[in-house]
């Protein structure tokens, strides 16, 4: 059983930056996946990050947003910076087995195992 925590969350303004966390799983067998979910909006791929360190991020999100992983304290990490008021919504990281990751941000939400139970951004205009 793998449990996931998302932390990092705020009110920010736009043009801001954030940097969430997810601890529990950043070990090399999993691909880690960041989502988000705005209200009356489906859950949507932000980034991705597999076991060998190898990224991929949604279009509206590349050039602001990075992914790194830290294995030793198990920790992921989303660093979003130039914030924008669209980018409000609750924010999932999410474990599942490497080859998911081979689909990128397109991956299906069922082939992840395990979520967190989210943590909240709000970008002000």
């Known amino acids: 059983q793998v449990e996931l925590v998302e932390s990092g969350g705020d009110s920010v303004q736009a043009g801001g930056s954030l940097n969430l966390s997810c601890t529990g799983a950043a070990n090399r067998a999993y691909c880690m996946g960041w989502f988000r979910q705005a209200p009356d909006k489906e859950r949507e791929g932000v980034a991705t990050?597999?076991?060998?360190?190898?990224?991929d991020f949604a279009d509206s999100v590349k050039g602001r947003f990075t992914v790194s992983k830290e294995r030793a304290n198990k920790k992921v990490y989303l660093q979003m910076n130039s914030l924008k008021p669209e980018d409000t919504a609750m924010y999932y990281c999410?474990?599942?087995?490497?080859?998911?990751?081979?689909?990128?941000?397109?991956?299906?939400?069922?082939?992840?195992?395990?979520w967190g139970q989210g943590t909240q951004v709000t970008v002000s205009s």
């Open positions: 990050i597999d076991a060998f360190g190898r990224t």
């Open positions: 999410a474990a599942g087995p490497n080859y998911v990751c081979d689909a990128g941000v397109r991956a299906s939400l069922r082939d992840y195992a395990y």
